[in-house]
């Protein structure tokens, strides 16, 4: 590869400056121009954030009026009511102590056995099974139906108040109150019984005011599969040998952790199936005749290990009663109980059938808000059946008329009435099955009701995003970027005056009305989102007439590049149309990318120069290439069925496929470097270190792989290496190279040298000639390394398989910044449309879907064994939105790729800031079309599983670009490399 050199004028002078260049002076003949361009910097930085402000406001109202909540009553059920004094419950107490055992991710195949499997999962827990069979009056098997969302906190939920949790639930899985409606955990308090605790710090969070007894351990580290069994093992066998205690709780959470980390098809599913078997041998071991032993697990997990979703496997747990007093339960006939294709045809029953059946049976009142029915099999024969029927159906209507939207359905009151005049003459079968309807029927017209979205927020949501995509397209796009500079100082003081006087008008206007459907806060947050609006088309308007922004609007979408941009736009925004088409938008996203890769193979041949024609096809069809290796690498959602084989994973040649990447990637970075002759100086460090970095991740994800397969790898002198020094290596290399690479490496970028060399050679007349190595991309070849430094951090904390798509990503995207200069489209909306689509295509081979149960959790705890803010929140940030993250970072190589140093800063700036809000402007249509589908699609059968998940992706997404832009884009690397550049260049 040839080397350019260049000279520049006045080189001497520039090498004086080289040689005396500090971050901290001024050229004094340059002070206005930094000046300038600061202010430039910080009006851009405010315009920026306004922007995201109003995007923030609008996200949430949506999100308000979108995520379902449902109604809660206040009112608390007791002994003394109608409905239970003097009704003969008490013949329906039949045990005087209950013991829980909550497995987490019990899923329902783990318990059944599966002769024909030599799965790690089957055939392990075998005791439930076997003691139903041996014992059927003693023992009751069940499979166990949550709600969605499955995940442990809305489990409690239901699992205790007998209610349905609602999506957005969900978000509050990690921030857990105290559940103040009622529930069977607070009459027991109530009605003077003793609880005691074990495990899962969840109960801790949401029950402690009614726990006598507390033990909780951290229930968030999934890479801790012991910690937390052992000491439910530990505390609670003891405590069955003391009388200290009416109701005893053990959660366990090894088993989902297993599921969270490995899997449920490795062998630590079995050792720890084998462990809850003999722990479940050793409680009975312990229990008498008047305590009932309960065993179920919250949720299940789906094929990867995973929750959250409402796959069949994620929403079908176990559930597994137990007692040692004869004919305590009763048996249905042997054909519900039929375990064939692992008990596809098993008898089930909700979870919240578990809270009227066990407060009955442990003679407590039904919690108020329930709405499930007893579980037959618990009962001893139909005519207590019957009654705890009778009993349930006066707790549900009584719910029903308590509550304004519910009382007034005259079906359901009609049918309650007619129960209510049979029970004394109607047979146990005939009312059973009555009460059987009614309850259904009012399940169903309970989920349709909290199926009522909240369409005025949802309403003002979609108008406030409408209208900051709006100004984003104005300003970016319609108004010359020169001219935005200079706009912006009117804009700006105009948004911050509109905001404080829009605020203080909407908020007393909601102090003298006060309006029962919104609360002041949300009012003042309107009031915030109008006055940015406001401030920022008063002086738009003042200078542009509508019309002229309309007509230029069609000037700017003319030209073959400008209209394909277009037509990608609108592609990507299409799919959220159809759920066949959202739920392969990997796919979509790979055949656009490809699309241009072969467009721009044919545009390449048009080049002018022989050389940018070589080099362009080059690119293009690398382009093309991998774009195709990277899209077979692929995390399955389970809408796809068997049209996706899965082949994200961890095996050991992937891991070893870690080094030849530390060796490989650099150079293909130096290459790049070479081709403008920019390996100078900065670049050859960075490179080293980057080099460094690598191998580092590579031996962290080595040591992880150890760690996990330890006991089946047959090299000896890994096995006689200790758990606790590999867990303990792990720790100290990632923090050391997290460390590093976002801290310590960014410090050095922005007090470190450019990637120049100046090379001064003496001529025949004995005058000294100089010549800059790099001049020529100056400015590109040192904002790389600021992306490098980023690269870092995010290879450290993606899997294995996800750092070999990153390193097509990184090649994918230098070749694409060559084409944008052969194909002078630097400046065309159709490169920071095809940024826009690496960052949402990479997103899935890298090891995700838009999906709840595809976020990898596990990488929180990479750097820490426990949730510590931000060291817990930053992995999983960065696992989850990395590539988001390094196309934001990358903006502005679009402009500083292979350009010289420019005696107009101010102006390179504005194109900067123009690229960064075409790029913002895009990702905001795509949120926007989310926002709209979803909208459309609320009453679709498949609106909770594909189209709310990926709004609320799409929202994620739009939150970090802009924070990304704002924190690092515009103030801290564009601006601080322009300010340098200019100072030594002049």
Known sequence: MSTITDQPPDAEEVHKRLMSNNR????????????????????????????????????????????????????????????????GAEQLRNFDKAVFVIIDALRFDFVIPDPHSDKPYHNHLTLPYELTSKYPGQSVLLKFLADPPTTTLQRLKGLTTGSLPTFVDAGSNFDGDVIDEDNFIKQLYSNGKLTSFVGDDTWQAVFGPFLN?????????????????????????????????????????????????????????????LQMNEFLGNIIDKLDEDTLLVVFGDHGMDRTGNHGGDSQDELEAALWMYSKKPQSFQSLSQGNYDITGNGKNYRAVNQIDLVPTFSLLFGLPIPFNSLGAPIHEAFANDEDFKLANHLTVQQIQRYRNHSSSLKDDKQINAQYEKLMSSFESSAPETYNAAFTEYQTLSLERCKDLWAR????????????????????????????????????????????????????IFSSVSLVLKPGFISMGWVSLLGVAVGIIVGFFIPVFDRYSPLWLIRTSMDKVRGFWSLLGMLFIFVHCAIFASNSFTIWEDRILAHLLSTFGFIA???????????????????????????????????????????????????????????????????????????????????????????????????????????????????????????????????????IVAGITLLAANYAW??????????????????????????????????????????????????????????????????????????????????????????????????HQATIPSINWEIGFSLVESIIFPLTHIPITLNTFGSFILVALSMPLLTFWRIPPSSKPISLYARIAENCGTLLTYQSVVTLTSLIFATVFRRHLMVWKIFAPRFMFASMVQIVINVVLIVIVIGFGSGGLIVQITRIFG
């Not at 405590?239 to 709780?249: C, G, K, R």
């Not at 319609?478 to 905001?499: N, R, Y």
Request: hydrophobic share 45%.
């Open 24 to 87: 901290s002076s001024r050229a004094t003949k340059n002070q206005v121009r930094f000046s300038k361009l600061r202010l430039a910097s910080v009006l851009y930085t405010i315009l920026f954030l306004s922007i995201a402000i109003l995007q923030f406001i609008a996200l949430g109202f949506f999100t308000k009026g979108f995520l379902l909540s449902r109604q809660v009553l206040d009112n608390h059920s007791s002994l003394t009511d109608d409905v239970f004094s003097n009704s």
């Open 213 to 273: 007894q507390s033990r909780p351990y951290d229930s968030l580290n999934v890479w801790d599969l012991h910690t937390v069994d052992n000491g439910v093992i530990e505390h609670l066998l003891p405590q069955l040998e003391t009388s200290e205690w009416d109701v005893l709780v053990g959660h366990l959470l090894g088993v989902d952790h297993c599921g969270h980390r490995y899997g449920p098809d490795h062998y630590a599913m079995k050792d720890k199936q």
């Open 453 to 504: 979205f909240d369409m005025f927020s949802i309403t003002v949501g979609i108008s406030l995003f409408f209208i900051s995509v709006l100004i984003l397209i104005i300003y970016f796009k319609l108004i010359p970027s020169v001219v935005g500079t200079q706009l912006s100082e009117e804009i700006v003081p105009a948004i911050v005056a509109m905001s404080l006087l829009s605020t203080v």
């Open 601 to 735: 193979l044919l545009k390449s041949l048009q080049a002018r120069s022989k050389v940018d024609r070589v080099m362009g096809v080059y690119h293009s069809v690398a382009f093309m290439v991998i774009t195709r290796v990277t899209s077979l690498v692929s995390v399955c959602r389970e809408e796809q069925g068997d049209s996706c084989v899965p082949t994200f994973g961890i095996p050991w040649w992937v891991v070893s496929l870690l080094c030849v990447n530390a060796l490989i990637l650099p150079e293909i970075i130096k290459g790049f470097y070479n081709i403008s002759a920019s390996y100078h100086s900065a670049a050859p460090l960075w490179n080293s270190f980057f080099r460094a970095m690598l191998f580092m991740i590579a031996l962290y994800w080595g040591l992880e792989y150890i760690e996990r397969n330890q006991s089946i790898i047959e090299i000896p002198l890994i096995q006689h290496l200790q758990l606790s020094s590999v867990h303990f290596a792990k720790f100290t290399i990632a923090r």
């Open 750 to 847: 922005s007090r470190g040298p450019l990637c120049v060399r100046l090379d001064i050679k003496h001529n025949e007349t004995s005058s000294k000639e100089a010549c800059i190595m790099g001049y020529h991309n100056v400015y590109g070849s040192e904002y790389f390394l600021l992306v490098i430094n980023f690269l870092s951090a995010i290879m450290l904390f993606t899997k294995p398989m996800g750092q070999l798509v990153i390193f097509g990503f990184v090649f994918q995207l230098l070749g694409f910044l060559e084409l944008t200069k052969i194909l002078e489209i630097r400046e065309n909306l159709i490169s920071p449309v095809v940024m826009g689509l690496l960052g949402g295509y990479y997103f899935f081979p890298t090891g």
